[in-house]
């Protein structure tokens, strides 16, 4: 069969897509130029806010819509809003062939027999009963992988859905996870990010390695040795993990990102807002306070140390002398950027018995008022880049500028540069910044980067 995958939300569900892929193509099945090309089709969807699960459903009523022309192509669900509803979204889409769980991706060849066998509407969800299966198959040839090392999520924060739908923390071995990374290497990723949703919680929840010695760096906590055990597998020139918690933000995790060779200085800590009242109605853990320490720590280990966040707008009782407390640590925290998310309750989260009363246009304001402050700042922070020469990991032809390469600096930042021979996707490429946009910096190339282990560890934002 030929397969099209629709993917909405976050990297866990960009690396879940590549897993279900990687899985069918195991089994013989080819990708699809496009849905009139397709045989099956699977939405791969989010739950985060309720317009996530809106789009998704309206995609899949236009895709069961569509089998009135094409009864033979199959169309199914996965991911998180198929786990929330799982048989109720039978009812609405009857046409739908099957529903599957966020941990159930390795049921799917099995089920496509089921459904040759002329099964229909089949619901496989997760069963807490059942030692969770992470997604450990790959396709071939891509220069930046991610590799799941947490699933779940034990957090709760009170507006948020994902501890429902990716259910209770579990931590792959490292064993596993070390297996996982070589063999991708090996195939040519240079670059690997390691997945969690709380991403420094991982071993917490179960051991991971078999003996509790320290490391050959003298590391005990279990990220930490997991990123040492990473850069020392040939090949891997980057490694990132996300999302951070300022809470795990601790000394051995800072360390850990100063010393490994590979280690990029560059954090994804989502913060959702900068007032002490609502960080607690939220149940985040921390104060703003608190969660500047945690950047102050890391700036100081890392002078290059780049800084990405999350925050939610409107959420219940948001005030605003909250909004501007949420202004004012944007600032502070000097964020390279910032995913703005306007609040939607979630059913069965605390947060949703609480009046979502702040009105649809206040969060629209409030929006895109943080959207014109992290403009701002983006165009500053990397403005200051400007005349300086970066490393950056080639990844191939610019999505938006087809004349130009796009590659990543240490710090993350997207940076565009006119290609020259011979450089190739995968590559370490030094480039001179000439000028900068709040998302993007362009620059020219200069020398290849050397590649001398340890050496080359990101220096440059
Ligand atoms: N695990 C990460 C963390 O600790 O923040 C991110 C999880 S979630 C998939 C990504 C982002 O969605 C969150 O950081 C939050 O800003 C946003 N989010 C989650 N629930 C939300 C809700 N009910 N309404 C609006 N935004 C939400
Ligand atoms: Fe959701 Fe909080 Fe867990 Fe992130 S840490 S997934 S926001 S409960």
């Not at 090392?149 to 034990?154: D, E, K, P």
């Not at 240079?190 to 051991?207: D, F, K």
């Not at 951070?244 to 800590?269: F, K, N, S, W």
């Not at 649809?360 to 990397?382: F, S």
Request: aromatic share 4%; with cysteine; proline share 6%.
């Amino acid at each position: 069969m030929k397969y099209l995958l629709h993917t909405y939300g976050c990297q866990m569900n960009v690396r879940d897509a590549e897993s279900v892929a990687a899985c069918l193509e195991a089994a013989g099945h080819l990708p699809a130029i496009n849905e009139a090309d397709a045989d099956l089709i699977i939405v791969n969807t989010c739950s985060v806010r309720d317009k996530a699960e809106d789009k998704a459903v309206g995609k899949l009523g236009l895709l069961c819509a569509g089998k009135r022309t094409a009864p033979q192509r199959l169309v199914g669900v996965m991911g998180c809003m198929a786990q929330r509803r799982g048989a109720a979204l039978l009812k609405r889409l009857p046409q739908l062939d099957f529903v599957l769980g966020t941990r159930q991706q390795r049921a799917l060849p099995v089920i496509l027999f089921r459904l040759a066998a002329g099964e229909h509407g089949i619901v496989q969800l997760d069963d807490p009963g059942v030692a969770p299966r992470v997604p450990d198959a790959h396709l071939s040839g891509s220069i930046s992988a991610f590799v799941t090392v947490l699933l779940g999520c034990n957090r709760r924060c009170a507006y948020c859905v994902v501890p429902d739908v990716r259910g209770a923390e579990y931590s792959r071995p490292a064993k596993d996870i070390l297996e996982e990374v070589h063999s991708l290497a090996a195939s040519g990723t240079r670059e690997v990010t390691l997945l969690g949703q709380s991403v420094m919680n991982y071993g917490r929840s179960n051991p991971v390695w078999d003996s509790a010695t320290p490391s050959p760096g003298g590391f005990r906590e279990d990220l930490p040795r997991l990123l040492e055990a990473v850069s020392a597998i040939p090949g891997v020139r980057r490694i990132r993990f996300t999302s951070g918690h300022p809470t795990g933000c601790t000394d051995e995790v800072v360390r850990a990102m100063r010393e490994i060779p590979h280690v990029c200085p560059h954090l994804h800590l989502p913060v959702q807002s900068g007032s002490d009242r609502v960080l607690g109605l939220m149940r985040r853990g921390y104060t703003a306070a608190q969660y500047l320490d945690a950047v102050a720590r890391l700036r100081s280990a890392m002078s290059d140390f780049t800084l990405t966040s999350d925050v939610i707008v409107g959420f219940p009782t948001e005030t605003e002398d909250d909004f501007e407390a949420t202004r004012r640590l944007m600032e502070a925290a000097a964020f390279d950027n910032t995913f703005i998310f306007k609040y939607s309750p979630r059913p069965n989260t605390p947060a949703a018995a609480m009046k979502d009363d702040v009105p649809t246009a206040e969060k629209m304001r409030r929006n895109q008022v943080l959207l014109e402050d992290q403009d701002l700042l983006g165009q500053r922070l990397n403005e200051a880049c400007v005349g300086r020469t970066l490393d950056v990991l080639a990844e191939g032809v610019s999505l938006r500028n087809t004349q130009r390469w796009s590659g990543r600096s240490p710090g993350n930042k997207i940076v565009i540069f006119k290609h020259e021979p011979p450089i190739v996707a995968g590559d370490l490429v030094s480039v001179q910044i000439t000028s900068a946009k709040p998302q993007a910096l362009y620059g020219e190339v200069g020398l290849q980067a050397p590649d001398d282990r340890g050496q080359n560890k990101c220096t440059t934002p």
